[in-house]
């Protein structure tokens, strides 16, 4: 099996990251090849070098407002090393036309809500107001608008009477740790019985999305 060389960009501590390295192995069709954080001190950085993994910290703020040339440093990092495929985990800037076109097809996302639904950030707590009894995640190409990309697999969970943002944030992250592995080797060509479950679950739980 030829694995996807992929890039996941991070902000934050990276669990979805660390759902993505713990899935990885013999039969996974992928390979996590570096992680690239805008901050240097992004938790998931950490996750990375732990598992032997290169780390690089491109620091967003000395660009200013100049995304482009923020971007055209991470365009360039990947290139290097022969990424196939960017996976956003927890990545907390809005990418510009620039990256979105250079990487089209080969960007992907996961967003904590059953989109179309709840775009965009606080979608947790913004459920709730709407009374929603389903919630969930969803792993998507991304595409210039903010979370309006082709939907690959979804997955949905209940929104109990007692749930708070922070209750259901923590549900969601569940069902993300679950999706994101799943979808990944979906559209990285998962082969034999590895790429048939991982094509199984994701049809499974998109089947849960309202």
Known sequence: MTK??????????????????????????????????????????QIARDAGVEAIAIDHRPFGKDRSAFEREIDAALRARSIDLVALAGFMRVLS?????????????????????????????????????LHGCSVHWVTEGVDTGPIIGQAAVPVLPDDTPESLAGRVLQAEHLLYPACLALVCGGEGAAGAAARDTALFMNAWAP
Not at 108 to 126: K, M, Q
């Open 97 to 133: 036309a620039f990256f979105v076109t250079a990487w089209a097809q080969r960007l992907v996302n996961i967003h904590p809500s059953l989109l179309p639904a709840f775009p965009g950030l606080d979608t947790h707590a913004r459920a709730l107001a709407a009374g929603a009894k």
């Open 4 to 45: 996807q060389r992929v890039g996941v960009l991070v902000s934050g501590r990276g669990s979805n990251l660390q759902a993505l390295m713990d899935a990885q192995g013999p039969f996974c069709p992928f390979e996590i090849a570096v992680v690239i954080a805008n901050l240097p001190d992004a938790g998931g950085l």
